[in-house]
Nanobody, 126 residues
Framework: VQLQASGGGLVQAGDSLRLSCAASGRAFSSYAMAWFRQGPGKEREFVAGISRSGITTSYADSVKGRFTISRDNAKNTVFLQMNSLKPEDTAVYYC????????????????????WGQGTQVTVSS
């Protein structure tokens, strides 16, 4: 499975961006998907996740109410809509796939993810 993230860029505080992550292969609909990020000098952290069913989503407290994760199984793509961006959202954003989630509703936040994309840079200026 290959994951290709795109959509990052340089924006001002308060702006919006939409990240996309396209997956190869036929099993995309069976994967739970997530976005992580790693800011300068920080450890990688969970941002948002969506179950393989698409029914459940999960967000880090720092982005709740501003970011929305969604998926289009017909296009093998997961999205992260980021609104009201803040300078502290500056990071490299990675998409990840959990190929064997525990249930149709399960979203992991850590070591469950088997496949990772290459990352896309998001920079938010103040």
């Amino acid at each position: 499975v290959q994951l290709q993230a795109s959509g990052g860029g340089l924006v001002q505080a308060g702006d919006s961006l939409r990240l996309s992550c396209a997956a190869s292969g036929r099993a995309f609909s069976s994967y739970a998907m997530a976005w992580f990020r790693q800011g300068p000098g920080k450890e990688r952290e969970f941002v948002a996740g969506i179950s393989r069913s698409g029914i459940t989503t999960s967000y880090a407290d720092s982005v709740k109410g501003r970011f929305t994760i969604s998926r289009d199984n017909a296009k093998n793509t997961v999205f992260l809509q980021m609104n009201s961006l803040k300078p502290e959202d500056t990071a490299v954003y990675y998409c990840a796939a959990d190929a064997s989630p525990k249930t149709n509703y399960y979203i992991g936040r850590g070591n469950e993810y088997d496949y990772w994309g290459q990352g896309t840079q998001v920079t938010v200026s103040s």
